[in-house]
Every structure is written in C-alpha cells, then in structure tokens.
C-alpha cells in the first residue's frame, strides 16, 4: 500500500443491505467505498430511528452515472437527504408527489412536500427548502425510490383508516 492510499472503510452491515449503487459494478464498488467514508452521517439517522420506523433504502447521489457523496435514506416512516452533516427530511405523511425527471446526463427524483405545493407560489424559491431532489444513475433506481416511498404511503393509509 503506498503512503498516500488508505484501508476502506468497512461498511456496516445494515446499511450494505439497503444500499442500492451504480449502474456498473465499478461504480457500486465505489459507492459503498464513498458510504464507507461517511457513513458517520447515515448512522446518525438510522441510530435514533423512532418506534416502528425501519431503513428501507439508501440511494448515493449520481452524476452522469458517476457516484458522489450525497445520500438518500428512505425508511417507512420519512425520506432523508443527507449531505455531509446537512439533513433535509419530510415525512411521508407530508409528501405530495413523488416526481421522476429524466435529463441527458442525469436522472432526478424529485420529493415534494404538500407544504411545497400549498404554502408557496410557483415561482417561490423558498418552496424548494421543502423539496428533496436527488440524482440517481439509471431509471431503476429512480423508480426503487419512488416505489419504496409510496409503499409507506399506502401503510401510512391503511393505518389511517
């Protein structure tokens, strides 16, 4: 090992079952080497989960198909995007739609909160800090993310009615 090269860090079990990577091996290979290097900030959130509330996936932000260092964990209960220490969340219960844009070199999913639709105009820039977006490397994933959070809606329904 040179000097400048280090050990990986070794990705917690928990969190290795949940992650889902890259559209290629190399890039989910790198994915879980970025998670291993902060998952400090993922192991916050999942450690002082509340009653009932699981870890149902966790998503690595992706540009043009390349991993990065921002997070999505998505449990039964809420979506978080983590970046570094920063943490936006919304509760299921509070989320509006669940939006996937497909670009050229990228593909977002969009999460936004009822509050984002219903307290703010439009063309109100304050309505984006109640707005999870998140690039993903390929339409599955997209759709992974879409589906677990409207699977916890439906729960959410059920144990409403």
Excluded: W
Excluded at 45 to 68: D, F, M, N, Q, Y
Excluded at 111 to 140: E, G, K, W
């Amino acid at each position: 090992m040179g000097i400048f090269n280090s050990a990986p860090a070794r990705v917690d079990p928990s969190l290795e079952d949940i992650f889902i990577g890259g559209c290629a091996e190399k890039h989910r290979d790198k994915g879980l080497s970025i998670l291993g290097k902060k998952q400090r900030y993922v192991l916050a959130i999942t450690s002082a989960l509340r009653p009932g509330e699981e870890p149902v996936l966790l998503a690595i932000a992706s540009s043009a198909g390349k991993p990065h260092g921002d997070f999505l964990l998505v449990t039964n209960q809420r979506s978080a995007e983590i970046s570094g220490s920063y943490v936006k969340e919304i509760e299921h219960g509070e989320v509006a739609e669940v939006e996937i844009i497909a670009g050229e070199f990228k593909i977002s999913v969009f999460i936004h909160s009822q509050t984002s639709r219903l307290d703010y105009n439009p063309n109100d820039n304050r309505r984006f800090d109640h707005i999870i977006m998140h690039n993903v490397a390929t339409p599955r994933q997209a759709s992974q993310i879409r589906e677990a959070i409207e699977r916890s809606l439906d729960e959410l329904r059920v144990t409403r009615s």
